[in-house]
Antibody
Framework: EVQLVESGGTLVQPGGSLRLSCAVS????????MSWVRQAPGKGLEWVSA????????FYADSVQGRFTISRDNSKNTLYLQMNSLRVEDTAVYYC??????????????WGQGALVTVSS | EIVMTQSPATLSVSPGERVTLSCRAS??????FAWYQQKPGQAPRLLIY???TRATGFPDRFSGSGSGTEFTLTISSLQSEDFAVYYC?????????FGGGTKVEIK
């Protein structure tokens, strides 16, 4: 059974930093690209960042470019999102999502339950 | 950036009715297009990919069609468990983008 479990969501002040983790099981992690997708309270879905199965390429939304860093540890079956210089508008539930292809940038066939990040003073 | 526009924003429907949701892309995405279903408090679930292929676990009352810039999701006979928000997504180009969603609610 495929499982994705996010952790690390919390309340953080504007300008602060946070690292989210997504522990996966049930599939060969290194064979698939992964993404982070966020959803602000009461709003729609926004893709944030993607990484290839081998970690060799990464992509970012303009809204987080230069502030967020996606990475993965295939030996630990874990995906990460390092978030720096957080803004109030980064407040959202952050989902990790499994891509259907190794290179990423496709549809997402499995999602985690989400981690709530609240940026507020 | 490819902008995805969904219509309508909200659809009030009675159980058993046929439902058609639309999504338009600001430029062609060929068939690199997906639909997701999201229920309150839950993560999205992949419903349709490659514009018309139904994902595992969804019954055949759900169907997707279209290519290029115009796409449609049809639910042939709405069941109580189908009331949810539906999102479209293109994966033709970076950044990956989603539509704003269509909420299907009980009439």
């Amino acid at each position: 059974e495929v499982q994705l479990v996010e952790s690390g969501g919390t309340l953080v002040q504007p300008g602060g930093s946070l690292r989210l983790s997504c522990a996966v099981s049930g599939f060969t992690f290194s064979n698939f690209g992964m993404s982070w997708v966020r959803q602000a309270p009461g709003k729609g879905l926004e893709w944030v960042s993607a990484i290839g199965g081998g970690g060799g390429y990464t992509f970012y939304a303009d809204s987080v470019q230069g502030r967020f860093t996606i990475s993965r540890d295939n030996s630990k079956n874990t995906l990460y999102l390092q978030m720096n210089s957080l803004r109030v508008e980064d407040t959202a539930v952050y989902y990790c999502a499994k891509d259907t292809k190794a290179i990423g940038g496709h549809e997402f066939d499995f999602w985690g339950q989400g981690a709530l990040v609240t940026v507020s003073s | 950036e490819i902008v995805m526009t969904q219509s309508p924003a909200t659809l009030s429907v009675s159980p058993g009715e046929r439902v058609t949701l639309s999504c338009r892309a600001s430029q062609s995405v060929t068939n690199m297009f997906a639909w997701y279903q999201q229920k309150p408090g839950q993560a999205p679930r992949l419903l349709i990919y490659d514009a018309s292929t139904r994902a595992t676990g969804f019954p055949d009352r759900f169907s997707g069609s279209g290519s290029g810039t115009e796409f449609t999701l049809t639910i042939s006979s709405l069941q109580s468990e189908d009331f949810a928000v539906y999102y479209c997504q293109q994966y033709y180009d970076w950044p990956l983008t989603f539509g704003g969603g269509t909420k299907v609610e009980i009439k």
